[in-house]
């Protein structure tokens, strides 16, 4: 039987492929359950640094399973099955989360991407938020992330018509980060998740989570948050390390200026 969620962790890096191309990466109950199973791993997986997240085929994912919901429905009996919170697993994996859109990210499949830190696409990548038209209330978090991504009225725009999003608009609107040809972007994604994995872990972690938390707080509680988090984090730094960083920070520098 063929794996619906392929894994593979190379140097610190586990790319995770969805893999049901022939039914452009369709998020059955099935699948939601094994691709949160998967995050969950990866949570305290310590070969695992950085993540990709990309599908198989020429879609990223073109959301909910719609075959399965048209033959049982939103609440299908085995819906039961899936005890698993996918869009909390991807969220509270604690590890960066790099979203390579190969292809369609529709409705579940754009909520999918926007559950992830840093987004990357394919010219073949398209995005749509068909809610309105399926009849369907979003409850994974496009309503609320989308416009704080994009703004309330082109985020409106998308969510009022359920028209398609060019990858070349995307970036425009500020949506996703870069545009890269098919064939280059698993390589960016690979090179930019190496470059990831070169700073420091415990740094890192901290940071991304200041980050996500002034995602869902206040700018006056984010900023108290950071205020926090370093003198905490900072007061038992040695002047021989933070001159050794500095030296590194100069090299890289020089490296990437030459």
């Given at each position: 039987?063929t794996d619906?969620v392929?894994?593979e962790t190379t140097?610190g890096?586990?790319t995770?492929?969805?893999?049901?191309?022939e039914?452009l990466n369709?998020?059955?109950?099935?699948?939601r359950?094994k691709?949160?199973?998967?995050f969950i791993?990866?949570?305290?997986?310590?070969?695992?640094?950085?993540?990709?997240l990309?599908?198989?085929g020429?879609?990223?994912?073109?959301?909910l399973?719609?075959k399965?919901?048209?033959?049982?429905g939103m609440?299908t009996p085995?819906?039961?099955?899936e005890t698993v919170?996918l869009q909390k697993?991807?969220?509270e994996?604690?590890?960066?989360?790099i979203?390579a859109?190969?292809?369609?990210a529709?409705?579940g499949?754009?909520?999918?991407?926007?559950?992830?830190?840093?987004?990357i696409?394919?010219t073949?990548a398209?995005f749509?938020?068909?809610?309105?038209?399926?009849?369907?209330?979003?409850?994974w978090?496009l309503?609320?992330?989308?416009?704080?991504?994009?703004?309330?009225?082109?985020?409106k725009?998308l969510s009022?018509?359920?028209n398609?999003?060019?990858a070349?608009?995307?970036?425009?609107w500020g949506l996703?980060?870069?545009?890269?040809?098919p064939d280059?972007l698993l390589l960016y994604?690979?090179?930019?998740a190496?470059e990831?994995?070169?700073?420091?872990?415990?740094?890192l972690?901290?940071?991304?989570?200041?980050?996500d938390?002034g995602?869902?707080?206040?700018?006056?509680?984010?900023?108290?948050?950071e205020?926090?988090?370093s003198?905490?984090?900072n007061r038992?730094?040695?002047?021989d390390?933070?001159?050794?960083?500095?030296l590194?920070?100069?090299?890289?520098?020089?490296?990437?200026?030459?």
């Amino acid at each position: 039987m063929t794996d619906i969620v392929l894994t593979e962790t190379t140097e610190g890096i586990t790319t995770v492929t969805l893999n049901r191309p022939e039914h452009l990466n369709a998020l059955s109950v099935e699948l939601r359950q094994k691709l949160g199973e998967v995050f969950i791993k990866l949570r305290n997986d310590t070969e695992t640094q950085v993540i990709i997240l990309t599908g198989n085929g020429r879609a990223f994912t073109a959301g909910l399973d719609l075959k399965e919901l048209g033959q049982q429905g939103m609440n299908t009996p085995s819906s039961g099955n899936e005890t698993v919170d996918l869009q909390k697993a991807i969220r509270e994996v604690g590890k960066p989360v790099i979203g390579a859109i190969n292809g369609f990210a529709i409705t579940g499949g754009f909520e999918l991407a926007l559950a992830c830190d840093i987004l990357i696409a394919s010219t073949e990548a398209k995005f749509a938020d068909t809610h309105v038209r399926m009849g369907v209330v979003p409850g994974w978090g496009l309503s609320q992330r989308l416009s704080r991504l994009i703004g309330a009225s082109r985020a409106k725009q998308l969510s009022f018509t359920g028209n398609y999003l060019s990858a070349e608009t995307a970036e425009r609107w500020g949506l996703v980060n870069e545009v890269l040809e098919p064939d280059e972007l698993l390589l960016y994604c690979q090179k930019l998740a190496k470059e990831i994995t070169s700073v420091d872990q415990d740094t890192l972690k901290e940071v991304h989570r200041l980050i996500d938390y002034g995602w869902e707080n206040s700018l006056a509680e984010g900023i108290d948050e950071e205020r926090h988090a370093s003198r905490s984090k900072n007061r038992d730094l040695e002047a021989d390390t933070l001159e050794q960083n500095r030296l590194n920070v100069q090299s890289r520098g020089r490296e990437l200026n030459s």
